[in-house]
């Protein structure tokens, strides 16, 4: 077992205790959350295995994304565009140092700029690191970040949990590596053991108001059965996140009175992408025939029981340019299988799969394996399609392999996720124009795909609102009849935990755990 002590990174940290199994919540110093993997190294500016919820509690962006979409002060306290558009002025914050010491200043700010550009083409699916030219600190207390073009969303890509925050400058190697998790965020990082464990410690000089807890110790836990038995046995006090327990678990912890339960509003779109570039869904028929074959709301009431209300479109139309008036075909089976029959796709006589040129209607499902929730949503797609002839392969396989497949375009349909706010829809958007991604090779096939990624990078760079919402609208729009997606529902956090505990309340976002706001009454 990998055990790896960090810390003497973090002055004023004191010894590590013994770390029990029985939770520690009642004198509010330690609590025992659950995650399914490690933290990870904890890079600032790199991505998996490092997980958002420790991004977010060791590291601090310039602005942060708050409630109802307001830009709200964090290491920065003010904010000012030029007039060309090009290039913004942020006045930092006073008197911040990162865990180790090392004062937060614009040299520090400069240095994890330059650090995150030198790696430019691992972050080109965010459009904001595309635009970037540079930063420059034009005296300790104030940093400008020069753009190549005006760029909207700056401000909501500050925000993000990845890759603009910023890890202490005595941390961060001259190839862009880092000797050590440190940034300025109310925890630190105290300990990891692969497979068991991460323990975060507050950290003591924190320029903000100090967590209520000392400490957050992360189990390790794979499982959702397992993750819900700890919770019942007091091994860990709260249950956090959007899969972390299926939907019957959460129902009946919801009945049980010695727990407390919440859903949180959308945050996002849970969702099936379908392949436009390899047979048979490069056939827009078989796609909208797929629409109106897949009965959506017998999957939100029997399989998500509730905990999600049933999604028609792409993004919930709360967020900005995407209140379209778009909506999903009614589920209609015979409708589907007539659109079928007029594709020429015909079931031979004795069959139960259709035809069309001596190829059959069958395409594979592609899912993780050892995710009950894809796998149970994957069976009823299964039989929903069976009944107008079309035949469904599930293909259930290890993380690593179904993450390989989304990059290659290997999959016939294949689930993924929106990512809520603050990229919908337009970070989400810029990263369809990535071959690594899922909805980049789901949009290869489509006749306009050169377009909708032209669009989309204008979008980005629009300096006038119609404008704006006119290429929205149409990208929305096509992207809705060409039948690339199907929206199952609206992603929900869910929260379940002892009423001792008392209140948990959910982050601005997806992917913010508020660990620094639970214990304060």
Known sequence: MLRRSLLHLAPGVAGLAMLPAPSALADRKRLTFSWPSNAGPLHPHLYSPNQMYAHSMLYEPLVRYGEGGQILPALATAWAIEADGRAWRFTLRRDVRFADGTPFDAAAVVANVDAMLGNRARHAWLELVNQIEGAEALDPGTVRLRLAKPYYPTLLELSLPRPLRFASPAALRPDGSLAAPIGTGPWVLAETSRGQHDLFRRNEGYWGEQPALREVLVRVLGDSNARALALETGEIDLIYGTDQVDADTFRRFTA??????????????RLLALNSARFPTDDLAV???IAQAVDRA?????ILLDTE?????????????????????????AAAAARLDAAGWRRPAGGRVRMRDGQELALD???????ALQKAISEAVQGDLSRIG???RLVGEDASTYVGRQRSGDFGMIFGDTWGAP???HAFMSSMRAPSHADFQAQRGLPMKAEIDRRIGAVLISTEEAQRAAEYRWLLTTLHEQAVYFPVSFLTNKVVHRPALGRVPFGDTRN??????????
């Open 309 to 333: 209300p049933a999604a028609e479109t792409l993004f919930a139309e709360t967020f900005p340019y995407v209140g379209l008036g778009l909506r999903a075909p009614a589920f209609d089976g």
């Open 365 to 371: 499902m592609c899912f993780t394996g050892t995710d």
């Open 512 to 521: 913010d755990i508020p660990f620094a706001q639970i214990g304060r009454g």
């Open 256 to 269: 049980d009175a010695r727990f407390t339960t919440a859903i949180s509003p959308p945050i996002g779109t």
């Open 287 to 289: 796609r909208q025939a």
């Open 390 to 392: 079309i035949a469904v």
């Open 298 to 302: 017998a999957l939100v009431r029997h």
């Open 423 to 425: 990229y919908d829809p």
